[in-house]
């Protein structure tokens, strides 16, 4: 071999500088995120046209509809993994923003008790029922999580503790939109139909619908009373994210103890979790002024819509088929069954 071709061959490759291959890290978010970004504006603007649609609702279904009508390049990737994990956790912690431990005790122990019922028996439910229809534990978590708590937030959180394979994910934020949406008509009927009051309609829905927003377009067909409650009590449903998310996160340190297998352990407590404990108590103290919340709430709606916007892009037609009936048949069954544990709820502390 020729020396000078041989003194190429064998000198070792320089590497980048660490600054350099940060920045290189960086701007290849740039593309997925700034996509996400304008799925999020589109999300938000549309929301405000019909104030009846959630954000996130629409965030999702217009990034299915961009999934399953265009193809992406590859370069979009790395930012829209980073909207679908980093950016949705930021979202979910800022959620704590919108809780008061006085709104939560306010309620009352009975109505408390009911929430903490529904979202414990609820999710105990949908792993029974999904280990008898034969489903994975990751996907009935999942499932679990989002129709027990707080719809597609608590699936992404869910997910972001136990590792659930892409499919999983994506299917069971298909079901929270799609079972979720077909609540929204539901329960005003048939709180109607039982003869439930104002308040009694609203704690229904509060504490049986899946998302925040879908709880508020049922609340507001029922009237501003029922409105009213049914949001706080939705919202105490989204404060047992928090120990969810802990009891998941010891269960998956267990685990990984307990295997042979070289798993990277998740935290004790997940950071996102403690960060949205952490705003709910600042939010409680009364020092921050309504500007400062307005915009939070303003910044975690997009932060959120961005997310779901990375989600919906995941949500393709191939995908839901091939996943087979029994997640559809499992999403039916947690809808019903969280449905009647929160009615039995509703009329006995009534």
């Given at each position: 071999m020729n020396s000078d071709v041989k003194s190429v061959v064998d000198k070792p490759a320089v590497a980048s500088p660490a600054p350099v291959r940060r920045w290189a890290s960086i701007t290849a978010l740039v593309p997925g995120v700034a996509l996400c970004a304008v799925g999020a504006a589109i999300a938000l603007g549309v929301g405000r046209l019909f104030s009846a649609?959630?954000?996130?609702?629409?965030?999702?279904?217009?990034?299915?509809?961009?999934?399953?009508?265009?193809?992406?390049?590859?370069?979009?990737?790395?930012?829209?993994?980073?909207?679908?994990?980093?950016?949705?956790?930021?979202?979910?912690?800022?959620?704590?923003?919108?809780?008061?431990?006085?709104?939560?005790?306010?309620?009352?122990?009975?109505?408390?008790?009911?929430?903490?019922?529904?979202?414990?028996?609820?999710?105990?439910?949908?792993?029974?029922?999904?280990?008898?229809?034969?489903?994975?534990?990751?996907?009935?978590?999942?499932?679990?999580?989002?129709?027990?708590?707080?719809?597609?937030?608590?699936?992404?959180?869910a997910d972001g503790v136990v590792n659930a394979k892409e499919e999983e994910l994506l299917t069971a934020v298909a079901l929270v939109v799609i079972f979720g949406t077909l609540m929204?008509?539901?329960?005003?009927?048939?709180?109607?139909?039982?003869?439930?009051?104002?308040?009694?309609?609203?704690?229904?829905?509060?504490?049986?619908?899946?998302?925040?927003?879908?709880?508020?377009?049922?609340?507001?067909?029922?009237?501003?009373?029922?409105?009213?409650?049914?949001?706080?009590?939705?919202?105490?449903?989204?404060?047992?994210?928090?120990?969810?998310?802990?009891?998941?996160?010891?269960?998956?340190?267990?685990?990984?103890?307990?295997?042979n297998l070289q798993v990277k352990r998740p935290p004790l407590v997940p950071l996102f979790t403690l960060a949205f404990i952490a705003f709910m108590g600042l939010r409680s103290t009364g020092l921050l002024p309504e500007e400062v919340l307005g915009v939070a709430k303003t910044v975690q709606t997009a932060l959120l819509a961005a997310a779901m916007f990375a989600l919906g892009l995941g949500v393709r037609l191939s995908v839901i088929r091939g996943v087979g009936v029994r997640p559809f048949v499992l999403a039916a069954l947690s809808t019903v069954w969280v449905a009647l544990i929160a009615l039995v709820g509703v009329v006995l502390v009534s």
């Open positions: 649609v959630s954000p996130l609702l629409i965030a999702i279904l217009a990034g299915a509809i961009v999934a399953n009508t265009v193809t992406l390049p590859a370069k979009f990737q790395p930012g829209l993994t980073f909207s679908s994990k980093r950016l949705l956790r930021i979202g979910i912690a800022l959620l704590g923003l919108q809780l008061m431990f006085s709104d939560i005790v306010g309620l009352g122990w009975g109505v408390i008790a009911v929430v903490v019922a529904i979202v414990v028996l609820g999710i105990a439910g949908t792993m029974y029922a999904g280990k008898l229809l034969g489903l994975s534990w990751t996907q009935r978590i999942l499932i679990a999580c989002g129709f027990s708590i707080c719809g597609a937030a608590a699936v992404a959180a929204i008509p539901t329960i005003p009927l048939l709180a109607r139909s039982f003869g439930l009051d104002d308040v009694s309609a609203g704690m229904w829905a509060g504490g049986s619908i899946h998302e925040v927003a879908q709880v508020v377009a049922a609340g507001s067909a029922l009237g501003a009373t029922a409105l009213g409650v049914a949001t706080i009590v939705k919202l105490a449903r989204v404060l047992m994210l928090a120990p969810v998310m802990a009891f998941l996160s010891i269960r998956q340190r267990a685990m990984s103890d307990n295997s």
